[in-house]
């Protein structure tokens, strides 16, 4: 059982994480510090995608899901929990490529109202 809930732990942190790396140039609008946590996450989180990397999350969560006596999965988080909700079909190079570029034109947008907006 704990094994599972630290599992469960890690995919909420995950989709946070990814929250956080989508929309968090809005964050950086109210609080301008977090910028220098949110770039270099943005920047991680857009290389995972164009490299086609797996995040070291899914790892950890795939073993302890073993641990819990579940079976683990193959691929990455994105691919196993988000990608069938977004797309029916598998993760494929071209729909990496996609989702790393839509992070950074999110972050290049709202760090470019930001900066407008201080010139203003």
Do not use: K
Not at 31 to 53: K, M, S
């Amino acid at each position: 059982m704990p094994y599972r809930l630290a599992a469960d732990l890690i995919v909420a942190v995950h989709v946070l994480f990814i929250a956080f790396v989508i929309g968090g140039g809005l964050l950086v609008w109210r609080w301008r510090n977090l910028a220098w946590v949110h770039a270099p996450a943005a920047i991680w989180g857009a290389l995972i995608e164009f490299a086609g990397w797996i995040c070291p999350l899914t790892p950890l969560e795939n073993a302890l899901r073993q641990r819990a006596g579940d079976a683990g999965y193959t691929g990455g988080f994105v691919e196993h929990y988000v990608l069938p909700v977004v797309y029916p079909a598998g993760l494929t190079p071209t729909v990496q490529i996609v989702l790393g570029t839509s992070v950074i034109v999110v972050n290049l947008i709202a760090y470019g109202l930001l900066v407008a907006r201080r010139r203003r």
